[in-house]
């Protein structure tokens, strides 16, 4: 069995612009979100997941969300929130890819976005700049630790991006 390929990373880094591009690339590979499982799951927006359940009530979702990934699903290039890296089995699913950048850097990506607007309103953690940046500086250690590979992914396009990770990845397997 393939084992999946797990990005993980601060919220706007680019997670799931890289999953569509790793199965543009490899035909072998299908992307999932694990926000949008969530999403089907419970027919909910994960904004309102937050505004009505709470963030625990989120993060016990993502939980689940892990754990059907381990248990029923390979092959996958999975594109994941920026606090699933919490999950406590995330090695039983996949070899774990942090998408490294610094919080500047997130910030213009997001803000140069031509969905800007959107893409922030639909992220209830990243409401409030400063509040985001003490979040990301409570983490960024901690994606790291939790990481198989780090990519440093700040100044590359998503094709080089790609290419770049799928030749790690030989090499790892
Ligand atoms: C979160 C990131 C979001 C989403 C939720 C919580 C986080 O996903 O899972 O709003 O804790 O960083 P993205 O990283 O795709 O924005």
Known sequence: MRKNILLIGFMGVGKGALARELVRCDSSLYALDT??????????RIKKIFATAGEEAFRALEQKTAQWLADNVSSAVISTGGGFYKVKNIKDIGTVV??????????QRIL???NAKKKLKKRPLFQDVKRARTLFNSRYEEYE???????????????????ELLGKLVVSR
């Open 112 to 114: 140069n976005a031509p």
């Open 145 to 163: 630790k939790v990481a198989d590979i780090v990519m440093d992914v700040m100044h590359k396009d998503r094709e080089e991006l790609a290419k």
């Open 35 to 44: 926000d949008d499982m969530i999403e089907s799951m419970t027919n909910t």
């Open 98 to 107: 942090y998408l490294k950048a610094d919080f500047q850097w997130i910030l």
